[in-house]
């Protein structure tokens, strides 16, 4: 079986520094806070072009964090408005409702599965205060166009990057494209950790400083509260282990750009709906989705295959139970997307020989 995604492999060609690090840690003593995550925190900020890095628990408590920065900060209020795509991972539209405000649902563009910007300003009320544009998959949002709605409207921008570390937009990473942006280092991102971590990249300084009191229950100083803060602090273990990783991160994203580039050209079966990537830099390719009419039949014909696959996301936000407030709306665009959407492997530790394989497949399918 061709696994979706390899991370026992994929982790493996760091083993050595891994125990190292581990090692490290246990002969340190420091668990929390110490000066791996000030390390990491410091080189990933480097990485991005971004002044702060902060390190938090997970990519969900970095958006969450971002939105309550700037309501400590008099910039957003409870039922406050953010967009944020319609067809995005839940976790986008709940760091807004943790968080007290309301997110707003915006349909994305149907051929690259990213925010539509020709859609956003219609849904712009006196209450928006932010739009919260998805790199989904790997690929960049259409950020010059978004830029100029919010520009227009005084609107923050916060990047959910939770999918494209290191994708490049004219010559500015991602993490940098905004005014804040949250990562996930969940294990099977591009910068994954071996368990869960997140982190926060601006270049406001009063909203980092903010930040940095948040994750720690409000507090700069120990049981000196200034905020009602919460908890959600990148731990030293795994602020180790992404700075092992991060050097890989460049040239691991370029693997995946040489398979996406082999599947872009070799799969010309009529019923699938290929990616569209108009900037190369621009996507990372965390995810290589395709597009067809019959998704279940397709995965079932890959599985019997050994080829292993996953849905990108089956349901929708709005058809959540989570959000049975909005289960009868209708968002036609994404509702379609979350119907055809199907992820075929693609890490930096996939062979020429299984994407040939995957290709050969998939180009031999009958519905």
């Known amino acids: 079986m061709i696994p979706f995604l390899d991370l026992k492999k994929i982790n ?72 944020v795509p319609s067809n995005t991972y839940i976790a986008s539209v709940l760091a807004v409702s943790k968080a007290g405000l309301t997110p707003v649902l915006v349909e994305p563009e149907n051929n690259t599965c990213l925010l539509d910007p020709s859609l956003i300003e219609k849904s712009i009320t006196d209450k928006t205060k932010a739009i919260l544009p998805v790199h989904l998959y790997g690929g ?39 005014d804040a942006s949250g990562f996930s280092f969940y294990p099977g991102k591009n910068l994954g950790a071996l368990g869960d971590g997140g982190a926060v990249t601006t270049n406001d300084d009063i909203l980092a400083n903010t930040i940095i009191a948040l994750r720690n229950y409000g507090s700069y100083q120990k049981y000196q509260n200034e905020f009602k803060g919460t908890n959600s602090r990148l731990d030293e273990l795994q602020a180790g282990f992404l700075s092992e990783k991060l050097p890989l991160l460049d040239s691991d994203n370029e693997r995946r750009r040489q398979i996406a580039g082999k599947y872009l050209a070799g799969i010309v079966h009529p019923g699938i709906i290929l990616p569209t990537c108009i900037i190369p830099e621009a996507h990372v390719w965390h995810c290589f989705t395709i597009r067809t009419n019959d998704r279940n039949g397709l995965q079932k014909y890959l599985t019997a295959n050994e080829i292993n696959t996953v849905i990108h996301y089956p349901i929708p936000p709005h058809k959540q139970q989570a ?45």
Request: with cysteine; proline share 3%.
């Open 12 to 83: 493996l060609r760091h083993q050595k520094a891994f125990e190292t690090n581990l090692n490290n840690v246990l002969e340190n003593g420091w668990f929390i806070l110490g000066d791996k995550v000030k390390e990491f925190e410091k080189a990933f900020a480097e990485y991005c072009g971004t002044k702060h890095c902060i390190g938090v628990a997970n990519g969900l408590d970095a958006l969450f964090l971002i939105i309550e920065g700037y309501k400590e900060m008099g910039l957003f209020s409870p039922g406050d408005e953010i967009i």
């Open 140 to 178: 960049l949002c259409d950020m010059d166009a978004i830029t100029r709605v919010a520009q227009k409207y005084n609107l923050k921008i916060i990047e959910d990057s939770a999918q494209s570390h290191g994708a490049v937009y004219k010559g500015r990473r991602s993490g940098n494209l905004g």
């Open 323 to 367: 959000y049975k407030e909005w289960n009868d709306r209708s968002y036609p665009v994404s509702e379609k997307i979350h119907e055809e959407i199907l992820s075929i492997p693609i890490s930096p530790v996939l062979t020429d020989a299984e994407a040939d394989k995957i290709i050969n497949v998939i180009n031999a399918f009958s519905a």
